[in-house]
């Protein structure tokens, strides 16, 4: 593990910022290892759509290196033994930053973004955000206005679910985050400085909280995916993405319930199979598509019907 550890991070330090070891994390990286910078090379050469909905846009990403996360799950879970994120089978040149004692900040080697970072717990133990509500947030905070934290539901988008992990991405890459507006959101309600509202609109269903108060930030989540677990009726972790990102000092969390992980289309055969697992990019308006058929006959139409398979309305109070 000690090997693995290029520069840490706990917060305590006055004028350390992580951006900055974010930064030089990834500059360092692609220096010495030619996997990270083939992956940034191809990202640089592919292709993006862009299409409009219906109060709502969506952009959508041509690209071949993440078929396994497109895929990953279909022939069954990854033991620890074969687990890609944890820290003794990284690949030989890859190091990251060690956040707050806890996990770990890696370069993504197959980048959707043109900065794209996993933030892998230093154990092996089970996507679960219930255990790491406290660290999704004050990742956010950490990163500043210049990042966005993501994190996606064991069941419904995560590459590794047998392994505890976040992804960080550069700000304004994801089109919802133009949409947290009152024309797509409407307040349901105001606790303890926290305002909570859904969506009113943009084809998919999701619940957004905005407050300062970490600590209550973190009750008020902890409420509302209990209330999500209870509507959907599951045990442990209900299905859902999340986004989190702090802004000028005010902290905005999304909550995308899902009734499903893959639409049908995904388990057509022949012509009418379209390979998109939707995850929380997906649900925040960036599909990225590891077939070029699929890249170039994505249309509004065919986003409507996935959003309507694989969201879930959950009226919380
Ligand atoms: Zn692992």
Not at 31 to 38: F, H, R, S
Not at 99 to 114: G, K, Q, S, T, W
């Amino acid at each position: 593990m000690k090997d693995r550890i290029l520069s840490r991070f706990d917060g305590t330090t006055k004028g350390v910022f992580l951006s900055e070891n974010l930064f030089e994390l990834l500059s360092a990286q692609r220096d010495i290892w030619p996997e990270l910078k083939k992956g940034y090379e191809m990202l640089s050469s592919g292709r993006i759509r862009d299409l409009t909905g219906n109060g709502f846009s969506v952009k959508i990403q041509y690209n071949p290196l993440r078929i396994r996360s497109t895929m990953a799950g279909t022939e069954g879970g990854i033991k620890k033994e074969g687990c890609f994120l944890c820290p003794e089978r990284l690949p030989p040149l890859q190091k990251g930053i060690l956040y707050r004692d806890e996990f770990l900040i890696l370069c993504n080697p197959a980048p959707v973004f043109p900065f794209h970072f996993t933030v892998s717990h230093i154990d092996h133990r089970p996507q679960y955000i219930l255990g790491s509500i406290g660290i999704f947030l004050s990742l956010a905070r950490d990163a500043g206005d210049s990042f966005t934290v993501l994190y996606n539901g064991a069941k419904c988008g995560a590459s590794a679910p047998e392994h505890m992990h976040f992804q960080i991405i550069p700000s304004s890459c994801l089109p919802i985050e133009r949409e947290l507006t009152e024309v797509t959101f409407t307040l349901v309600k105001q606790e303890k400085g926290v305002n909570v509202y859904q969506t009113k609109g943009l084809s998919r269903y999701a619940i957004l909280l905005e407050g300062k108060a970490p600590l209550i930030l973190e009750e008020v989540l902890n409420n509302v995916i209990g209330q999500i677990k209870a509507i959907q009726g599951i045990e442990g972790e209900p299905l859902m993405n999340s986004i989190c990102l702090s802004r000028e000092g005010i902290t905005k969390i999304l909550i995308f319930p899902r009734a499903r992980h893959r639409p049908s289309a995904f388990f057509k055969e022949g012509d009418g199979r379209i390979l998109i697992s939707p995850g929380v990019l997906e649900m925040a308006g960036f599909f990225v598509a590891p077939v070029k058929r699929d890249f170039e006959r994505l249309d509004i139409d065919i986003v409507d019907e996935i959003y309507r398979e694989v969201s879930s309305v959950c009226d919380i109070k």
